[in-house]
């Protein structure tokens, strides 16, 4: 993996979520990727057989409209790694019918937005270390979060995913803080990679 194949995998991944191709659509879109990409976080030996990430049904009620509140607090997260020391600020929460998301702001050149969560489906149905909504650095707008005019946001948690760190150890991935620990399980977007 070099820099040019790292910076194609998040321009067609930009892409991908900016299009307007249905779900089914961008499931099978996302799948090509993951399979065909040299950047894609399954491991390089599982590609040959790959035949698709696992999802939860299309599910219409996980898509929802939340009313934004301010974050309490202007305490921030860090996360490490091999990308160094990664801040992350509140920028506020959604109240959704799962429980409360904070929405963060990362930190860093740029910026962006990043929701993780952990519901109550982690560890057994989907990856043990939780999901994203979005994280924009990474190029996934517009989907899984979208940001509705008088202080709303539009989820859909159809297009809840994975960390890269779900599919192969290699990678290190920011998990959900407490905060976006949620008890109520998400039936809707991806599934473990692994059984």
């Not at 035949?51 to 202007?74: C, I, K, Q």
């Not at 050149?109 to 489906?121: E, I, K, N, Q, S």
């Not at 707008?141 to 946001?153: C, D, E, K, N, Y």
Request: charged letters at 25%; proline letters at 10%.
């Amino acid at each position: 993996m070099d820099d040019l194949d790292l910076l194609d995998w998040r321009e067609q991944l930009a892409r991908l979520y900016l299009s307007d191709l249905d779900l089914a659509g961008f499931r099978a879109a996302r799948d090509e990727l993951f399979r065909s990409h040299p950047c894609s976080p399954v491991p390089a030996a599982d590609r040959p057989g790959f035949t698709g990430l696992r999802w939860f049904p299309p599910d219409p009620a996980a898509v929802v409209e939340a009313p934004l509140r301010p974050a309490a607090g202007t305490e921030t997260i860090d996360t490490g790694g091999p990308d160094g020391v990664v801040r992350y600020r509140r920028v506020a929460v959604a109240e959704t019918p799962w429980g409360p998301l904070t929405v963060w702001w990362i930190e860093a050149y740029g910026g962006g937005l990043f929701v993780p969560l952990r519901d109550a489906t982690c560890g057994d149905e989907t990856y043990g270390g939780g999901r994203y909504l979005t994280d924009t650095v990474k190029g996934t707008f517009g989907r899984g979060l979208t940001v509705l005019p008088g202080g709303r946001v539009r989820l859909d948690a159809n297009y809840l995913y994975n960390p890269s760190c779900a599919y192969d150890d290699r990678w290190a991935c920011p998990l959900a803080p407490p905060e976006n620990r949620l008890d109520a399980p998400i039936r809707a977007g991806e599934l473990a990679y692994h059984d």
